[in-house]
């Protein structure tokens, strides 16, 4: 079984300030993790995904996640907002042979000029 | 990489009635699924499928959620005798075979409203 916990549904920043979105997992075998963002009326885009090989995750438009097994956690972070930002964000974790992914409720990042 | 594809980005429908929706995924992605999301929650899964094989399905899929991937190409989800609680935007996804790693590639979903 896995599930995944996304504290805070909303989240809002200044342009330029540190965005933390938090995530924290649950997975009885050794999970891979994702982070996706949404825009309004579309799908889900990957940011960034943890397989094992590192903990600190780079991924796309500057975002990075880290990934602590003692702490259950995958949080997300990016130095300093864009207003582009502002957008919906799932955690999600994937374990087992089906590759099938479990995702939190989200994040809603509002950047505040 | 023209992306998944998905049609149609909306459908309003009586409750009662039947509804399709089609799925269209990455041509070299053999792995196909089903989400569902509604408003402030993340996608949940229903159901997926390798190649044309429908492997799981989630005890969301009631009896009247079906689900088809001809030929594992592109796939069909049909809702019979729509209810108000199915009103939703259905995502549908794919993935290379390549374990749990995979990410997922998302169309832009169909949305539902069961009036």
């Known amino acids: 079984a896995q599930s995944v916990t996304q504290l805070g549904s909303h989240v809002s920043v200044s342009e330029g300030a540190l965005v933390l979105l938090r995530c924290n997992y649950s997975s009885s075998v050794p999970p891979y993790l994702f982070w996706y963002v949404q825009y309004p009326n579309q799908g889900l885009q990957l940011l960034l995904k943890y397989t094992s090989a590192a903990t600190l995750v780079k991924g796309i438009n500057g975002f990075e996640a880290e990934f602590k097994k003692s702490e259950t956690s995958f949080h997300l972070t990016k130095p300093s907002a864009h207003m582009s930002d502002a957008a919906e964000y799932f955690c999600?974790?994937?374990?087992?042979?089906?590759?099938?992914?479990?995702f939190g409720d989200g994040t809603t990042l509002t950047v505040k000029p | 990489d023209t992306g998944v594809s998905q049609n149609p980005r909306h459908k309003i429908t009586k409750r009662g009635q039947n509804v399709t929706f089609r799925c269209d995924p990455i041509?070299?992605?053999?792995?196909l699924y089903w989400y569902r999301q509604t408003l402030g929650q993340g996608p949940e899964f229903l159901t997926y499928?390798?190649?044309?094989?429908?492997?799981?399905k989630s005890r969301l899929l009631s009896d009247r959620f079906s689900a088809e991937r001809p030929k594992g190409s592109f796939s069909t989800l049909e809702i019979q005798r729509t209810e108000q609680g199915d009103s939703a935007m259905y995502l549908c996804?794919?993935?290379?075979?390549?374990?749990?790693?995979?990410?997922?590639?998302f169309g832009n979903g169909t949305r539902l409203t069961v009036t």
């Open positions: 996804a794919s993935s290379r075979t390549q374990g749990v790693s995979s990410p997922l590639h």
């Open positions: 999600a974790v994937s374990a087992g042979n089906a590759g099938k992914s479990t």
């Open positions: 041509s070299e992605h053999n792995r």
């Open positions: 499928f390798q190649n044309e094989a429908q492997l799981e």
